[in-house]
């Protein structure tokens, strides 16, 4: 098991809930915002329309009510803005209730210049449109309901615009002008923010399906968890009747006599305590009191020690280890972060058992970490699933985890992980973590 140390304060999973709920809040400000800009939009178009018509029409305008229903739009745009810009949570009826005012607005300028017969009235069917795309079913038929009593209101109560009945002009006519505009302007504004919206639920729905594939990758984890803690409870007791009985088969005089029969002791007792050390390690990963704690090192001296340790167990060839690391860092000594290593120089080994590389480097504030070998490289097939579980060539059950540990745990600390083939032979894994996360912090 490779959960994450306690020492650490990462956690490897998160509620399936607080996902799908800070998910929904990041769309909800995003559309947000998107509303934001389209209300500064409003503004200026509100703006330029009335400067122009009073001005180069001659259509008298009172300017005075118009600009103050103009001024308060602002000030409440500027509020969502600074609202937005300081992170605050967005709420799925402040959608509806931004929507509902930007209609008020509307029907206030209307009201104010010819009602339902300016030509820009149909600008309620891009209010209707957005919030067909952005809200529940139930609110967007609301705000239909109100648009159209909002036109039925104007059509009774407001003055029509002192207009001459040029129709027959064509697009000489103010009216058709004002018409062509207004459609324009709908298309435009539908085409791009429709466009905008659509991205955004897509990447929500892709960030959404990524979460929960680490959430059931981390599950799985939790699963391998229990079963090894159990498994390496179970093994102490016979790993320690093992130790006993071959240290009282070092001091009999028949096998003591034979030097191969003390070698070969020795391998077994060297092996037992390798076990035993295994053992250890996924109890202290466990949290159990079994396993001493973090301490801290180097990355120098954790890496010098890693690799000793790997030596002394492995029988490999020849091991190149290349130090650029440059300034020492300390760091926590964990076994977590040890035995992701270490799972790549084993899967070096096996594809590449004459000869293995590991290089430690600095990127930053990044820890860099390469293992490369000499071997055929990964096929095609498991490449393309690199870091999902049992995806292996060795043919073996249960293979193909020690990239999977290796990816959730490189993940977890907030690193990540890159492979490729050499172009001269071999594989490479690279490995980068920032430092922040390898530091040893009180608890």
Not at 18 to 44: C, E
Not at 291 to 304: D, I, L, N, P, Q
Request: contains cysteine; hydrophobic residues 45%.
């Amino acid at each position: 098991m490779i959960p994450t140390p306690a020492k650490l304060r990462i956690s490897l999973q998160q509620p399936r809930h607080l996902i799908v709920s800070n998910s929904d809040s990041d769309t909800l400000s995003k559309h947000m915002r998107q509303l934001v800009q389209l209300r500064w939009m409003a503004v200026l178009g509100q703006l330029l329309t009335i400067l122009v018509t009073h001005f180069s029409f001659g259509v008298e305008l009172p300017l005075q009510k118009m600009f103050g229903v103009l001024a308060a739009l602002v000030v409440f745009n500027g509020l969502y803005e600074i609202s937005l810009r300081l992170g605050r949570r967005i709420h799925a009826l402040e959608i509806f209730v931004g929507l509902l005012v930007d209609m008020g607005t509307l029907t206030f300028q209307l009201h104010l210049s010819g009602g339902a017969t300016n030509p820009f009235v149909f600008l309620y069917v891009l209010q209707v449109g957005l919030a067909a795309v952005l809200m529940a079913a139930p609110l967007a038929w609301a705000l239909l309901a109100i648009s159209t009593l909002c036109f039925l209101w104007l059509a009774e109560t407001a003055h029509s615009l002192n207009l001459p009945l040029d129709y027959h002009l064509g697009i000489e006519s103010f009216y058709v002008q004002g018409m062509f505009i207004c459609l324009v302007l709908n298309a435009a504004l539908l085409v791009i923010f429709v466009n905008r919206i659509t991205r955004t639920q897509r990447d929500r729905d892709a960030r959404l399906a990524e979460l929960r594939r680490r959430a059931a990758e981390e599950e799985h984890i939790l699963r391998m968890g229990l079963l090894a803690s159990g498994a390496a409870h179970e093994l102490g007791t016979p790993l320690a009747t093992i130790d006993v009985i071959l240290g009282d088969w070092k001091h009999m005089d028949a096998l003591s006599a034979d030097p191969d029969l003390v070698a070969d002791m020795e391998e077994m007792k060297a092996q037992v305590r390798r076990c035993k050390a295994i053992v250890s390690g996924i109890l202290m990963s466990a949290g159990e009191t079994r396993g001493e704690s973090s301490e801290e090192t180097t990355v120098c001296e954790f890496f010098e020690d890693l690799i000793k340790d790997w030596q002394n167990t492995r029988k490999s060839q020849e091991l190149h280890f290349e130090n650029r690391f440059g300034e020492d860092v300390d760091i926590a000594s964990d076994s977590v972060l040890k035995q992701t290593v270490c799972n790549l120089l084993d899967n070096a080994l096996e594809a590449s058992p004459m000869w293995v590389g590991l290089e430690v480097a600095r990127d930053g504030d990044m820890l860099v970490v390469r293992v490369f070998d000499r071997g055929p490289g990964f096929s095609s097939k498991v490449y393309n699933r690199l870091g999902q579980p049992y995806q292996s060539t060795k043919g073996r059950p249960g293979s193909g985890l020690g990239l999977f540990l290796v990816f959730n745990v490189t993940r977890t600390l907030g690193g990540e992980v890159q492979a490729r083939n050499l172009a001269e032979g071999g594989a490479e894994v690279v490995l980068k973590l920032p430092l922040d996360a390898l530091l040893l912090k009180e608890d």
